[in-house]
């Protein structure tokens, strides 16, 4: 009786024991990120599935669910290893049997036979500390919030074939950044590129989107103010990548405008660039100026061309020139101008680099300022600060093995 009286004693230390050394091995990470840890959220829990999820979806949810079933044995587990390495290991000692042990239990005992439940102690306050950081613990770190002035706008990139066309332009334009080659006339979509590359990059507050059409219509990036992410996207854009062989104005517009529906800005302006007259798409270009004007959206239209005989390259001759060809494109400025009326905007004609980029540079002086606010998030992992701890914990326990509680045989 007396006997189990003093293992449930020492069961109930050993339990005390753990917790306290958890609790001392979690001081540096509240210090370290104290607030950080009320909002964390853990990576690995699956989270709540759409109405219609996706086979990528349910297949990414089974995983993380499986991980955090992972997880919540490991942690279930932990007090069976504490028990085995303590009050467990008791049954696993070498025992000699002697007829009196009256002179082993008189006889001195040093201090560090009270320290024989250690080595569990610390490996079970490690083992929990290392579950939780598989758990990937992360922190939404946000700068503070800003209120600046500025306008939302979708740059509409018209990539049907008649953006092939020569575009001529000063070798010190596109030379800069290593878009011009020798033997290469640049082409509407270079020019184009460039000139949107640099206005996004002499933006500072406003909210910028892109998107590319030609038969069909596409979202490349909702407006936002990351600015080197829609230069980069920019960037990449490449004639053929969609069905060039039309030009869907309308479903362009149309687009554009659903994007800005739920934009708090005062001031939202869409910016066409187009060389062609619209022969394709489900909307109108009348109508998708209606809706623009419905929803309080300015449109501004940049012809690129005036309708003249260009070049066109369609291919290299023997020596790898390229071979050009004259051809002429259909151009509506009408429509054009149609459309930039209806929604008070302006309509502009760009037949250089240069003309391209006074006209995107006039379209923001028609525009009005607004406020909005922003916010800068950034994803900080805290498992390091579990981790470091619970390798602390193991190399305690190691030492503690080594030198102070070392069982013989």
């Not at 303590?86 to 696993?92: E, K």
């Not at 290593?178 to 002499?202: C, M, N, Q, S, W």
């Not at 659903?258 to 909307?283: C, H």
């Amino acid at each position: 009786m007396r006997q189990a009286a003093v293992r449930w004693v020492r069961g109930a230390l050993v339990g005390l024991s753990s917790v306290a050394v958890l609790a001392v091995a979690c001081v540096w990470p509240a210090l370290a990120r104290g607030e950080a840890w009320q909002s964390a959220r853990w990576a690995a829990w699956p989270g709540p599935l759409g109405v219609h999820p996706s086979t990528a979806d349910a297949l990414s949810w089974m995983v993380r669910a499986g991980g955090c079933l992972a997880l919540g044995a490991g942690l279930l587990a932990i007090p069976f290893v504490v028990w085995r390495m303590t009050l467990g290991a008791d049954s696993r000692v070498p025992r000699l049997g002697l007829p009196t042990i009256a002179p082993v239990v008189l006889g001195p005992r040093g201090w560090r036979a009270s320290l024989r439940d250690a080595p569990g102690v610390l490996r079970g306050a490690a083992l929990v500390l290392a579950v939780l950081a598989l758990g990937r613990p992360q922190s939404v770190l946000r700068g503070e919030n800003d209120e600046e002035r500025g306008i939302d706008i979708i740059l509409v990139l018209d990539l049907s074939g008649s953006m092939s066309a020569v575009m001529d332009a000063p070798t010190d334009d596109l030379g800069r950044r290593g878009e011009r080659v020798a033997g290469h006339r640049p082409t509407r979509i270079d020019v184009a590129k460039d000139v949107l590359i640099d206005f996004v990059r002499r933006r500072k507050t406003d909210r910028i989107g892109v998107v590319v059409f030609a038969k069909q219509a596409f979202v490349l990036s909702p407006p936002t103010l990351d600015y080197a992410l829609i230069a980069s996207l920019v960037s990449k854009i490449e004639l053929g990548v969609i069905d060039s062989s039309k030009t869907a104005i309308g479903d362009a517009v149309g687009t554009a405008v659903a994007r800005m529906r739920r934009s708090n800005a005062r001031s939202k302006a869409v910016v066409l660039l187009t060389d062609g007259d619209s022969n394709e798409g489900a909307i109108s270009p009348e109508y998708a100026a209606h809706l623009a004007q419905k929803e309080g959206v300015r449109v501004y239209t940049v012809q690129i061309g005036n309708g003249d005989d260009v070049d066109v390259q369609t291919g290299t001759d023997l020596f790898g020139q390229p071979v050009y060809v004259r051809k002429r494109f259909p151009v509506n400025p009408e429509l054009l101008r149609k459309i930039a009326h209806e929604t008070d905007a302006e309509a502009f004609i760009a037949t250089d680099r240069m003309g391209l980029a006074n006209s995107m540079h006039s379209i923001l002086d028609h525009l009005e300022k607004t406020k909005f606010e922003s916010q800068a998030a950034t994803m900080e992992d805290l498992f390091p600060f579990l981790l470091v701890p619970a390798v602390v914990l193991l190399a305690l326990e190691a030492l503690v093995r080594l030198f102070l509680v070392r069982r013989f045989p």
